[in-house]
Structure formats: structure tokens, C-alpha cells
């Protein structure tokens, strides 16, 4: 006779994977057809580098030798650069060129999201799994940027897997999976440490609840073994402690940091995040927005889509079908045929690690200052869609599924159009308007130097270019120590340079805008400053909140004095 249930059973949260069925026709049909839109929405992408982007590029093209440094004053981990850096040494440092490897990464976790969804939930979900990915309109816009959120992506997917395989059975080839996943995890972003932390907090939890429902089993032996003649209702010995295993895999992956540990303890003392500020604990329930892409408007300045907010609201309501839908088959913790749909254990553990992550971030970013930003979200993109699919794949019956399904991934294509077609950066108006007009010699000035990189990349080469604060390259952002550079610094001071260098016969040019996070009103007193050394001025591209880009700002053109 068997034991009931635990609560929170390891037994369900280590379920053994699901044998693969033979392919068929329709699958081939339907794995080309996900294919299809996510080559068309990952690699027609034509719009300029915004400012991440560009940086990305040009610390990705330094000398291997040159990227710890450089890397020291971006405050980024370094695993993406170096894998760019190889990418663009075979494919060229075009915006196609630089954008594919993202796009090539974020097309590669399509079928391992297939491989998790499947093994979790079954056939059903792990289509509905392949398709959401695909179509995601958070996916989509980091498949279209040279940034390392596309790996965060793929990697956190192949961890999944990794983690349900040593959870399944424990062997060396495994473990080492997992501790190498985990490393290049926190290579990639340390948002990383937050995810693995509550991975590690969860699966204590899965240990310590199986310990407590073992020792409550009133048919258990001391060694926590079956009477005869009876079916074992928990775990094997070995599979009790996969948890524990695991936990050292993932410890142990910590290894590959070594390596980078000088820069990363150096990043937190001096870099810190200063473009923007702590987030609040909403940030949780804002979730199925964030990933739904109504909050992108943010980038390009345009009110929320009406397909954003519907395809947030069937998140939200999937995600409750995914703990509120019977399960068939899922009471039973022993050895047997898999059930149809992943145990609310399973998904328990799952929005455990989604919201825990969070929670620990948010309140890491409160204590240190730290910015919250959006895009960091990609570390728990997979167990969200994992989720979601989970809820698709429980809903019956079998024409409300399919209509469901194409509903998500119809809402997330339009929701991904945006991204296709706005420019994410005024780069292109202002080097064009410079380049139109301006003289060789002439000095263009950024305030804050974060306007520079995008522009930097299409301007001609004849033109001297200074950023404010100091200390930045018109390719770079030099983050170290940031706030206190930007406060040391004067802008009449800075004005009086400007006119100094352009000298008697050449045009100034100053990038401008104001609101950028620790600035202030400094970029907007360094033009009034300008203008009264050269009362001659010209604007020929106007700041506008209303315009379609994510990084607007002004240009002004500031003629040599008769």
C-alpha cells in the first residue's frame, strides 16, 4: 500500500523523463513552421546599434588581452564578448553580422525548450513550449541585439535539463554538466548568482521535505527502507540525495569564476550600475507584462500594445491553470509510467525559482543601489514559458488547446513587429546631420558620453570627438566610479574645452540630453554654457519624447564666432 503524497514531493519534482515518440509528418511540419518564424523574426532585423550594442561590439573586437580591462570598466561578465569576438573575427562587425549570433543562440533553445517542455509536461506542452519561445516578443527582441541575453536564454534551458538529469540518476558525465552550465551561467550575467541561489534554496527544500515525509512513512525502516513484498512509495537511496548532488554541481561550477574573480571584485567595488535605480518588489507581479512586451514601450516611446496587454492576461491565466488543473496520473510518487502533466510539485519548484530569483534581486538591488532593469529578466524566461506551456498543455478540450496555442503565438508575432521596424536610437538622424554638414577638424561633443558609441560608429573618421565626463573614448563608456567623475566634473569648464579645441574656425557639435540617471541637469547647462561662447547656434535634430526612439537627443551645431 503507498504512502500519500508530501506537499512538496521530490518524487514528483524528479520525474523520469519522457521516452520521445517517432517523428511524424505533422511534427516535421510543425517544428518547420516554428523555424520559419523565428528565422524571419530573429534575422530581419535593419536598424542601427543602440547604445549596449555598440558597446558590446567594440569591446568584442579588442585584442583578447585588452577585454579584461575593458570589460572591468563595462561592468559585464565576459563569456558573451569573447564568444563575439570570434564570431566577428569569422563574420565581420556589421550590424547583421554582429546581431546573428543572438539569433543563432536564441534559435538553438527552441528545441532544447522542446527537450525541457517534454520532459516536464509531454508532447503537448513542449510544443507549445517551442512556439512560445519562438515568438516571444521578449526573446525576439534579444535575438535581435548583439547583447548576451540570447545566451542567458539558451543556457538556462540546457541547465533545466541538466538539473532533471542528475536529479534522475546521478553520474560523473552529469554532475560535471551541471557545474559546467552553472559556470558559463555565471559568466554570461551575474544575475546568474541570483537563479542558481534559489535553484540551490529550492532543491534544500525538495531534500529536506522528502527527509520529513520519510521519517513520518510509518512503513519504513530505520534505514528508511520498504517491509518486503512492498513498493517502495519514496525515492531510492540514490535519488534521495540527487538533490545534494546537485547542489554541488552547481557549487562546484563556481570554479570556472576563479579565473575572473579579480575583475569581478574589482567591478564591485568601482562600477556598480549607475544608468539607473532599485526597482520595487511589483516588479514580481509585472512579470507576464515584462515578457508579454508591453512594457517595451519603453524603448520606443509609443503607448502599449493591445495584443501586449491580452497576451499578458492569458500568461497570467495559464499560469494559474498550471496549479489549479487536476493532473492525471500525478498522484503517485513510485516507479511507473510518467504522467501526462508535470506534478504541482514540479511547478511549484518552478515559480519558486522564477519569483525567488526575483525577490533576491530586488532586494540585493535595494541594499547595494543596483539597477533593475527588464532585460536582466532573461534568466527566467524558460521556467516562466515552461510554466505558461505546462498551463496550454492541461487545458481541454482539444480544439480550445489548439485555439489557445495559435492565440499565444499569433498575440506574440505582433507583439514582436515593433521590434522589426522602430529604431531603437537617434544614431542614424544625428550622424547623418553631422556628416551632411560638418567641416573635417570639426569637434563633436557627447553629454553623457553614453550618446556617443551608437553615433561614433557612423560618423567619418576626419571629425575629434569629447565625451563628458572625461575619460571616456567616443566608443566606450568608461563606468568606473561613475557618479563621482560626473560630479568632479564642470561643464562651463568643459564648455570653455570645446570651443578651445574647435579653435577659431571650426564648428562645434554637441549631442546632448537630459535625464540620463546621476546627471542631473548638467548635460543641459553645458549647451547654455556653449551657447554663450558661441551665440551662433543651430538645432538641427530637436529632442522629442514623442518620437519612435528608444535614445533620443538633441543636436546642436555651434558655428566659429566672426
Known sequence: MRTASPAFPPGQLLTRSRRLGPVRLPALLGAAGIAAVALVLFFTVRVELWLDEALSVNIARLPLTDMPEALAQDNSAPLHYVLLHFWMAAFGTGNLAARSLSGLVVLAAVP???????????????????????????????????????????????????????????????????????????LTHYWSFYLLA??????LATYGAERAVRRRSPGTGPAGTEPAGKEPALPSRGRRAA?????????????????????????????????????????????????????????????????GRVLALLFLLLLGWAFLRRRPGSTST???????????GHCLALAAVVVGTLLLAITASKLKALSFESRYLAVVLVPFLLLV?????????????????????????LGSVPNITSERTHAPAIAAAISGAAQP????????????????????????????????????????????????????????????????????????????????????DLAAQLRALRPEVEQPIVLSYDTKYFEPSVLLRYRPQD
Not at 534559489?198 to 532543491?203: F, K, Q
Open 112 to 186: 532544447v525548450i522542446w527537450l525541457a517542455a517534454h520532459r516536464l509536461s509531454g508532447s503537448r506542452a513542449a510544443w507549445t513550449a517551442a512556439a512560445l519561445l519562438a515568438t516571444s516578443p521578449f526573446a525576439v527582441t534579444y535575438a535581435t541585439q548583439a547583447r548576451m541575453y540570447a545566451l542567458l536564454i539558451l543556457l538556462t534551458a540546457v541547465g533545466y535539463l541538466a538539473l532533471m538529469a542528475v536529479l534522475d540518476r546521478v553520474t560523473p558525465v552529469r554532475l560535471v554538466l551541471l557545474g559546467l552550465v552553472s559556470g558559463l551561467l555565471m
Open 198 to 203: 534559489t535553484v540551490v534554496a529550492v532543491l
Open 243 to 307: 538533490p545534494l548532488w546537485g547542489i554541488a554541481a552547481i557549487a562546484a561550477g563556481g570554479v570556472l569564476m576563479l579565473p575572473w574573480l579579480r575583475v569581478f571584485l574589482f567591478q564591485i567595488s568601482h562600477t556598480g550600475t549607475p544608468w539607473g535605480s532599485p526597482s520595487s518588489y511589483r516588479f514580481v507581479l509585472d512579470l507576464p507584462d515584462y515578457f508579454a512586451d508591453t512594457h517595451s514601450a519603453r524603448w520606443y516611446l509609443l503607448p502599449p500594445a493591445p495584443a
Open 334 to 344: 513510485g516507479p511507473g509510467p510518467a504522467p501526462q502533466a508535470a506534478s504541482r
Open 389 to 413: 506551456a505546462t498551463g496550454v498543455s492541461l487545458v481541454s478540450p482539444r480544439w480550445l488547446r489548439l485555439a489557445l496555442s495559435a492565440a499565444l503565438v499569433l498575440l506574440g508575432v
Open 441 to 524: 577638424g570639426d569637434v563633436v561633443g557627447y553629454c553623457p558620453d553614453q550618446l556617443a558609441p551608437p553615433v561614433d560608429r557612423l560618423l567619418r573618421p576626419d571629425l575629434r570627438q569629447v565625451t563628458f565626463p572625461s575619460g571616456s573614448t567616443p566608443g566606450r563608456v568608461k563606468w568606473t566610479d561613475y557618479t563621482a567623475r560626473i560630479f568632479a566634473e564642470d561643464p562651463q569648464s568643459f564648455s570653455r574645452s570645446l570651443d578651445q579645441l574647435a579653435g577659431p574656425g571650426q564648428n562645434v557639435w554637441l549631442v546632448w540630453a537630459d535625464g540620463y540617471g546621476s546627471f542631473g541637469r548638467q548635460c543641459g
